[in-house]
Nanobody, 122 residues
Framework: VQLQACGGGVMQAGCSLRLSCAAS????????MGWFRQAPGKEREFVAG????????RYADPVKGRFTISRDNAKRLVTLQMNSLKPEDTAVYYC????????????????WGQGTQVTVSS
């Protein structure tokens, strides 16, 4: 499985940005597609996740109401729409797959993309 994330950039606070993650290779009907982020000097943290088959979603509290995760099964594409960006959203964003469970725990994710930088200026 390979994951290719794109869409990062430099934005001003209050603006919107969309990240995409394309999956190639084997896919898993019971998997969770997730977005994580890692800010400088901080641990990688969960942002949003979606079950590949069910479409069920979960969000971290700091992004609830601002970020929306969605997927296109036919295109094997997962999108993270980020609205009302804040400077504290600045981080490298990673897409990942938990191939066996519906989970938001970082330890359950076994495939990772390369990361894309999102920078939000005040």
């Amino acid at each position: 499985v390979q994951l290719q994330a794109c869409g990062g950039g430099v934005m001003q606070a209050g603006c919107s940005l969309r990240l995409s993650c394309a999956a190639s290779g084997r896919t898993f009907s019971s998997s969770t597609m997730g977005w994580f982020r890692q800010a400088p000097g901080k641990e990688r943290e969960f942002v949003a996740g979606i079950h590949w088959s069910w479409g069920s979603t979960r969000y971290a509290d700091p992004v609830k109401g601002r970020f929306t995760i969605s997927r296109d099964n036919a295109k094997r594409l997962v999108t993270l729409q980020m609205n009302s960006l804040k400077p504290e959203d600045t981080a490298v964003y990673y897409c990942a797959i938990a191939s066996r469970v519906y989970s938001m725990r970082i330890g359950d994710y076994d495939y990772w993309g390369q990361g894309t930088q999102v920078t939000v200026s005040s």
